[in-house]
């Protein structure tokens, strides 16, 4: 929503000069930010943990799909960056690998890429194929006798390349993922609240049929401010309760920090700003096809709202 907007600084100073607590003590900015930001969701979606960084909400989710499935190995996508904790670290190929390389309970499979990955635009079934590469991860991950907790995507690959996977790649990866007994967790952190334009959370980009069972945010949600927040069914959060270890965060959900989360939610709205997204990325996408078929570096242009890749060949 840009820097500085007087909206947001308004918000957050004048909740400033009320009340700051931490979040044992109840406060009616956490129910309501909570409930205006389940309106943008889909209905199972419905139990929302606060916490102060995109990182947090991550590690957070993780620890939820493990409780939940009682399973430890994850499938993360090549290239993928999921934060900088231990935790995190350790389901990013684009750090592990300069790292301490790839633990045993993490599997990679091939981003879903059309242009440069393994099944390409000419491919006679792009989805199908992408979808069964993880398949087989979870089949020969149970032959050594490991289980699959979770399948952990951004909704569009960002560090990976500004990748748009193709329509109904995820719903096929959530079939085997739920047969196998785990769940989908889409890291919305950079590409959600709107950026894709057309849709508010970029997984709708792949239809109203699928829905994650796990949702992160961060960044956007608070315009700067720290500010994250983990989505996830009544079922999941069941689970994770009935540890009895509750779940903490000193300043997850503060009212400052809610009060800045629905600001952001109000100038998206009265500045029509996913209108806007389509608009200038349309705008984007225009200008530079145009310089694709003057300039043969230029292999590959897609995007969506603002979110967008080019890729320079040799």
């Not at 329509?167 to 047969?179: D, I, N, T």
Request: glycine share 8%.
């Amino acid at each position: 929503v840009g820097h500085c907007h007087p909206d947001i600084v308004k918000a957050a100073h004048e909740q400033n000069q009320l009340l700051n607590t931490n979040s044992r003590y109840l406060h009616d900015n956490l129910v309501d930010y909570a409930e205006r930001l389940s309106k943008t969701l889909p209905d199972k979606l419905c139990i929302f943990y606060f916490l102060n960084s995109g990182s947090e909400a991550n590690d957070l989710a993780l620890r939820l799909a493990w409780q939940y499935t009682e399973h430890k190995d994850v499938i993360v996508l090549d290239h993928a960056y999921h934060g900088h904790l231990t935790s995190l670290i350790d389901i990013s190929p684009y750090k592990f690998r300069n790292l301490e390389g790839q633990k045993e309970w993490v599997h990679v499979a091939p981003v879903p890429d059309t242009y440069r990955g393994l099944y390409r635009e000419d491919h006679e079934n792009s989805v199908t194929a992408y979808a069964d590469e993880v398949k087989n991860i979870i089949e020969h991950a149970h032959k050594r006798g490991r289980k699959i907790a979770a399948f952990f995507a951004e909704s569009l690959p960002s560090v990976g390349g500004q990748i748009i996977p193709p329509a109904g790649y995820f719903q096929k990866v959530a079939e085997h993922m739920h047969k196998a007994g785990g769940v989908f967790i889409a890291d919305e952190i950079q590409v959600g609240f709107g950026r894709v334009g057309k849709h508010f959370w970029a997984f709708q980009l792949q239809g109203e049929d699928f829905i994650p069972d796990i949702v992160t945010m961060g960044k956007p949600i608070g315009n700067g401010h720290p500010l994250a927040c983990v989505a996830t069914t009544k079922e999941i959060a069941e689970a994770f309760a009935a540890t009895g270890v509750e779940y903490f965060n000193t300043f997850g959900g503060n009212p400052v920090s809610c009060a800045v989360g629905l600001a952001v939610l109000d100038v998206i709205e009265k500045e029509h700003l996913q209108a806007h997204a389509t608009e200038v990325g349309n705008f984007l996408m225009k200008i530079l096809k145009e310089q694709q078929i003057k300039h043969p570096i230029i292999g590959d242009v897609r995007g969506c709202g603002l979110f967008i890749g080019v890729d320079l060949i040799k």
